[in-house]
Each structure stands twice: as structure tokens, then as C-alpha cells.
């Protein structure tokens, strides 16, 4: 599962949870991949190459693994140069040109069309993200026990309810500018709230704002 948002608190949460929900059970795949699972030391030049899809268009988003034993590789960036526009002709042209762009099951940044695909294609993994969405309400176990409490509710959809009750069905602009009204805060346009965010999902990045990003001079994250 993804991270969550936290809607009522700060925008850490997120950045708590990707590496909670993403890197750490990425980590220790790799681990057993290896045959060397945690606290075990991998020897020197040990190492899996991790080949991810980052295209060119969110090159700030292709950046190297923080452990010996892991190379991230970004063939899309380095050895391709393909922008998102490449991919989907790429697709298209195998007859796959409704393949959905990347990201986790749970993802906080999915717009209502992604819940509703995952509720009337999917009740298995709608049955889990609900049941997700209740876990997270009161922030991470850990976190908790440890004195860094969350000063609020978490919740995976915007509207701040739990999933299973949220309006995840078409909503009108009008009703949408009720929304606003009501929450008094500043909330997405009509059209991110029912596609999403644009970004698709690092397994090292969380959708969402970023600082204006650089290039090396291999196209990659400066």
C-alpha cells in the first residue's frame, strides 16, 4: 500500500509513510533476493540493478538508491530519452493504450475515476483500501507509541471522510465549489480531483510538489 494524507496536520506524513509503505519492503525483497536479509552484512559488490520507469518528462524523479546494494537504473531517461507522449505511442502501438499510469493501490493523490475503477472493477482490492483508509485514521502505531502523535484524522480522499463513504462518483463543478465553501481551505480544481494528479509513482517519490528540479548531466536528478 501507499502513503496516506494527512489532510489536518503537516506534509511529512507523506514523506513518513513512502518510506514505511514503499522503501522499506523494497528493501527488504532485495534482501532476500540476495540472500542476505536484515541484520546480515552484504559484501562489497553485492548488489541488484532495479531498472525503473521514469520518463523523461519527471526526470527529477530518477535518483539513485541510498544503500551499496541497490543501483537504480533509468533506461526511459539514459539510454532512450523517452518523454511520457513516447510511451503512450509505444503502447498504443501494441494495442495497450489504456494501460493506467503507476501507482500504488492506496495512493492519496488517485482522483475519483482511479477509486471508482478500483471499486467496480476490483472489490477484493476496494475491500483492502477501505479497510486501509479505517487503519491509518489515527496516524502510524509507532509513531504514536513514540510520542510523535498526529494532531488529527488521516484520511486517503480529499473529502476528509472515511473512503467508503466518500463522493467518489461524478462531482459537479457547482457541487465542488459547495465543498470548497464549506471547508474553507483551498482545495484542487474539479478536473485533478477527478483524474488525480498528473505524476505517476516512484517507488523512491511520492506524487505531489517538489522543488524545481535540475539536471546532471547523465538526465538525471541533480
Not at 49 to 74: C, L, P
Request: proline content about 6%; some cysteine; glycine content about 8%.
Amino acid at each position: 500500500m501507499s502513503s496516506y494524507v494527512l489532510q489536518l496536520t503537516r506534509e511529512g506524513e507523506v514523506q513518513r509513510s513512502t518510506g514505511e509503505y514503499k522503501i522499506k519492503p523494497i528493501k527488504r525483497q532485495v534482501r532476500d533476493i540476495l540472500g542476505y536479509p536484515y541484520p546480515t552484512r552484504i559484501p562489497k559488490g553485492v548488489f541488484v540493478e532495479q531498472w525503473v520507469g521514469i520518463s523523461t518528462d519527471e526526470f527529477h524523479r530518477a535518483k539513485d538508491a541510498d544503500v551499496q546494494y541497490m543501483r537504480n537504473r533509468h533506461p526511459l531517461i539514459v539510454d532512450m530519452n523517452w518523454s511520457r507522449t513516447d510511451c503512450i505511442s509505444y503502447l498504443t502501438a501494441l494495442g495497450l493504450a489504456d494501460t493506467p499510469k503507476s501507482s500504488c493501490l492506496g495512493c492519496p493523490f488517485h482522483g475519483n475515476a482511479q477509486w471508482r475503477n478500483i471499486r467496480d472493477n476490483s472489490p477484493a482490492e476496494w475491500a483492502d483500501v477501505v479497510e486501509f483508509d479505517a487503519a491509518i485514521r489515527n496516524g502510524n502505531a509507532r509513531a504514536n507509541a513514540s510520542g510523535n502523535r498526529l494532531l488529527g484524522e488521516a484520511y486517503l480522499h480529499r473529502s476528509r471522510v472515511p473512503l467508503s463513504e466518500a463522493p467518489i462518483d461524478h462531482v459537479t463543478a457547482a457541487e465542488w465549489a459547495a465543498l470548497q465553501q464549506a471547508s474553507g481551505t483551498a482545495l484542487p480544481d474539479a478536473e485533478q480531483l477527478e483524474v488525480g494528479v498528473a505524476d505517476g509513482c516512484s517507488p523512491w517519490a511520492c506524487r505531489g510538489s517538489e522543488g524545481d528540479p535540475s539536471q546532471d548531466d547523465f538526465g538525471l536528478a541533480a
